[in-house]
């Protein structure tokens, strides 16, 4: 994806306010970042675990979506677990149920979507082979990574146009 400038990133939330969204924690400085290598950019709020967000490039400019990751009730008893995005396999700790807020009214009246990403993120990263999942060993993946870009990117819109619903942006 492009590089974005710290006022696009804030920007692009579609759900949550735009004070809200100015006082998001950004991951660091953004020119450390390899935009290049990155489908979206996904981080966990360094001062607040249960919050992440992740950024993409969408029609007319970036979207941002806010996430929640609700601590587990209890020990899952599942050994591994799949990124419904990147479709890595990790170990239980290394997947994470995120949900959204949808964007818009439907939103404000509280309705959400959730669904399972990598704990850390880092998808774009485990497409490419840059990060390896700790269950690697388990699962080896048999598409190419030109594939698992396609594929990931496809699941990712798949998970916006859930969130915006009927917003146009
Ligand atoms: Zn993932």
Redesign the pocket.
């Known amino acids: 994806m492009e590089a974005l400038t710290e006022d696009e990133v804030r920007a692009s939330f579609v759900n949550c306010t735009k004070g809200e969204a100015q006082r998001i924690n950004l991951p660091g400085p953004l020119d450390a970042v390899y935009w290049e290598h990155l489908d979206f950019l996904g981080w966990r709020d360094p001062r607040a675990d249960q919050r992440a967000y992740i950024v993409l490039p969408w029609t007319n400019g970036p979207v941002g979506i806010t996430l929640r990751a609700p601590q587990p009730k209890r020990k899952s008893l599942v050994r591994s677990s799949m ?6 396999v990790h170990s239980a700790s290394g ?1 994470a149920s995120f949900v959204a807020p949808k964007a818009g009214p439907a939103g404000r009246e509280g309705n959400s979507v959730g669904n399972y ?2 704990t850390d ?3 774009s990263r ?1 497409v490419r082979g840059t990060l390896k999942s700790d269950a690697a060993t388990f699962m080896e993946e048999s598409l190419d990574p030109a594939e698992r870009i396609h594929r ?1 990117r496809a699941k990712l819109e798949g998970f916006t146009r859930s969130v915006l619903g009927d917003v146009l942006v």
């Open positions: 990124c419904s995005i990147c479709l890595t997947v990403f990598c993120l880092q998808c485990y990931l």
